[in-house]
Each structure stands twice: as structure tokens, then as C-alpha cells.
Nanobody, 120 residues
Framework: QVQLVESGGGLVQAGGSLTLSCVAAGSIFRIIDMGWYRQAPGKQRELVATINSGHAINYADSVKGRFAISRDNGQNTVYLQMNSLKPEDTAVYYC??????????????WGQGTQVTVSS
């Protein structure tokens, strides 16, 4: 139905920056919202940031002022600019989207995840 493909993860030193990208492809009728979640070893998956089709944004308190989410509706792409990275930001980052794949049906989709490692 809908595939989410992430890119941009990697290894960076504390204080550095990374940008993640996620492209949605497949049977897309309308994207409701897109966002990023993360899961660190031994922890539950948590919300990082979301953005809807009207560009309303929600951030986790832990990333406010450091991360910025943006969206290109025409390209079905969401970005996460991560600045002032900390070791505690180390996690697998997952792209998420709620998408209508037909006029009346929608579902929630996940990417495969991309590793972000911040060294101290």
C-alpha cells in the first residue's frame, strides 16, 4: 500500500547535526500526517515530532528548540533537522505516517528505521 523510506542517519559527535529524510510512496490518496519516532535500546518507542497537512507541528519536550520538522507535500517527504545532538538522542529513528490509500480507507505506516548514534 504505502512504503516509507528513510535516509540520513549516521554517527555524529555531541553538538553536531544530522538531517533525516523520509519519502512516502505507493498508493497514496492523501497523507494525513507524517512524523518521526525513536527507540533507544531497552526503551519504548517515543514520539519525536509530527507535522500534519496543514503544517501544524508537535514536538517532544526533549527535542524542542533543537530539532525542526518540515514537510514537502508535493514530494510526500518529511524532514527532521537535528541540531545540538546529545548522546541521549542515540536511537533508531522511525518515520511514521497516517495516510489515506483510497477515498475512504486510511492506515498507519512505518519505515524500516535509521540509526542515529551520537558520541560523547
Amino acid at each position: 500500500q504505502v512504503q516509507l523510506v528513510e535516509s540520513g542517519g549516521g554517527l555524529v559527535q555531541a553538538g553536531g547535526s544530522l538531517t533525516l529524510s523520509c519519502v512516502a510512496a505507493g498508493s497514496i490518496f492523501r497523507i494525513i500526517d507524517m512524523g518521526w519516532y525513536r527507540q533507544a535500546p531497552g526503551k519504548q518507542r517515543e514520539l519525536v515530532a509530527t507535522i500534519n497537512s496543514g503544517h501544524a507541528i508537535n514536538y517532544a519536550d526533549s527535542v524542542k528548540g533543537r530539532f525542526a520538522i518540515s514537510r514537502d507535500n508535493g514530494q510526500n517527504t518529511v524532514y527532521l533537522q537535528m541540531n545540538s545532538l546529545k548522546p541521549e538522542d542515540t536511537a533508531v529513528y522511525y518515520c511514521n505516517s497516517r495516510t489515506y490509500y483510497s477515498v475512504t480507507s486510511w492506515d498507519e505506516f512505518w519505515g524500516q528505521g535509521t540509526q542515529v548514534t551520537v558520541s560523547s
